[in-house]
């Protein structure tokens, strides 16, 4: 079983930035590929970034390329994603996701993941 529970969301002005954490427990951190996912009203779930279980390899979508940075820390159990020049659009529910590293599936794909936190909520004002 693992456990995740995100931390760092709140207001913030469009140009801004913003910093999330993600905090694992009941399995080896270190075995899992870790993935951030967002998500709106009436909308299907949108994959946000990606890193391997090691951190050497990492994926974004471009809606969020050169602006959002992913990492881990597996001495801490922890990933983090760190938000500059946020938009209007980049308002929604931030959901950090995690499945073994050895699953093949797509790596942006919701359904491809099977250990999901809570959610935290991200507002970017005009």
């Known amino acids: 079983q693992v456990q995740l529970v995100e931390s760092g969301g709140g207001l913030v002005q469009a140009g801004g930035s913003l910093s999330l954490s993600c905090a694992a427990s009941?399995?080896?951190?270190?075995?899992?590929?870790m993935a951030w996912f967002r998500q709106t009203p009436g909308q299907e779930r949108e994959f946000v970034a990606a890193?391997?279980?090691?951190?050497?390899?990492?994926y974004y979508p471009d809606s969020v390329k050169g602006r959002f940075t992913i990492s881990r820390d597996n001495a801490e159990n922890t990933v983090h994603l760190q938000m500059n020049s946020l938009k209007p659009e980049d308002t929604a529910v931030y959901y950090c996701?995690?499945?073994?590293?050895?699953?093949?599936?797509?790596?942006?794909?919701?359904?491809?993941?099977?250990?999901w936190g809570q959610g935290t909520q991200v507002t970017v004002s005009s």
């Open positions: 996701a995690a499945r073994a590293a050895y699953y093949s599936g797509d790596i942006a794909t919701p359904f491809m993941y099977n250990f």
């Open positions: 009941g399995q080896t951190f270190s075995d899992l590929t």
């Open positions: 890193i391997s279980y090691s951190g050497s390899n990492t």
